[in-house]
């Protein structure tokens, strides 16, 4: 499904991914993610920068999706933080009292509970990239003891080779579903023709199947599965590959 799809219907234990450069787009993912929840009966948990926070109100209005202040609640991404963390990584004691706290106490009024968090992106942009990983895998962790579906974001840029090798496949790695882009259809037809055009036609092919038929297990579109089967086993050819990418798909988004 594409990225809207995926927002308006999460399910309980889904943890969701989106990589951005556009802060429009971010703000317009964040209100179909907790504007369809809070239209439907869910509360809504923001834990953001301040900056985010108020375009996340301002998209949220836009949207018309609001409620009471028990139903949609922001936190600050910088405070929660200093409650958890300790010698520089997150504490799973203090993570789970503060955060597990929050989400028991707003699960007693409500049916579901979508979380939107970006603690991680504050540790990641910090260079804190450890400490970032193993908060993920405190909330999946925490997924297990409690329902909820939670989104995150990262300031990163898919079609930047250096984003491979390493940072894109750690975060990819504690994440159910990852969106790399705007339009999927036009995202997969970039990489398919940058492909085509770097390698012969028919090895283009056999490498868009061999990359379909081992896709990782996180849940993202065709394309995306496709330059990571491409940085992992043919790197120099990826590198040539995303140039395509971008070009054709800066044209096309």
Known sequence: M??????????????????????????????????????GGDAGLIVATPEHADLFKLNLRAARAGGP???LRFFDAEDTLGKFMQGGMPDWNSFHQVVGG??????LQYPAVRVYGEMVDVLWQRGERDAAIRLEEFWNELAKLQT????????????DAAAYGGALECVCHVHTHLIPARNYEAFNDAVSEASKAVLDQPLAQMLLSLSASQRPQTHMPLGQATLLWLQKNMPRTAEKVLDGVRQRYGTAA
Request: proline residues 2%; aromatic residues 12%.
């Open 148 to 159: 909820f579906s939670l989104f995150c974001a990262y300031r990163l840029d898919n079609l």
């Open 102 to 107: 929050l989400i028991a106490e707003i699960r």
């Open 2 to 39: 594409d990225w809207a799809e995926l927002l308006k219907h999460p399910v309980d234990g889904d943890h969701i991914v989106q990589t951005w450069q556009d802060e429009a787009f971010l703000g317009e993912t964040v209100a179909e993610y907790i504007g369809s929840g809070l239209r």
């Open 69 to 71: 202040d028990s139903q």
